[in-house]
């Protein structure tokens, strides 16, 4: 069990914050600079593409190595973004933010609960009621809560 939140990483942003409609989209970007400028903590790079990266990418159509590829000729998030519409899939802003109410939702009463359980259980924080999704456990982990 470990009790410990992990430093911010500066330059790395919750995974509520929007791009265009979209949550993570930013964070998933932010964290493809920070390994690009070898800022990215050792402990974050076993997961880079996989879980909610690959969720992101995945809704829009775009593969991650491709999507880390672009990211290398710089850009914006808007940039990137418009990026992932002309290459991937073009979602409208309604498809956005359903998308993005049911990403920020992860692990309230869904498939994810136990893990997301057993995550709070890992950290010592079996009784912080107050994390109720992955985005509460990111945003604790991370010392924003």
């Not at 911010?8 to 400028?37: C, H, N, T």
């Amino acid at each position: 069990m470990r009790e410990s939140v992990r430093k911010p990483v500066p330059g790395l942003r919750s995974p509520r914050e929007e791009v265009e409609g979209l949550v993570y989209f930013g964070r998933m970007l932010d964290k493809l600079r920070l390994e690009q400028a070898g800022k990215l903590p050792a402990d974050y790079l076993e997961n880079l593409g996989k879980g909610f990266d690959g969720a992101c990418c995945d809704f829009l159509g775009v593969s991650y190595p491709k999507l880390r590829d672009r990211l290398k000729q710089g850009g914006s998030d808007r940039d990137l973004f418009h990026w992932c519409q002309t290459h991937g899939l073009k979602r409208d802003t309604q498809e956005r933010a359903i998308w993005s109410a049911y990403l920020s939702k992860r692990g309230w009463r869904d498939d994810l609960a136990d893990r997301l359980a057993f995550r709070k259980k890992e950290a010592g924080w079996e009784t912080r009621d107050e994390i109720q999704t992955f985005f509460d456990y990111i945003d604790a982990d991370e010392g924003r809560t």
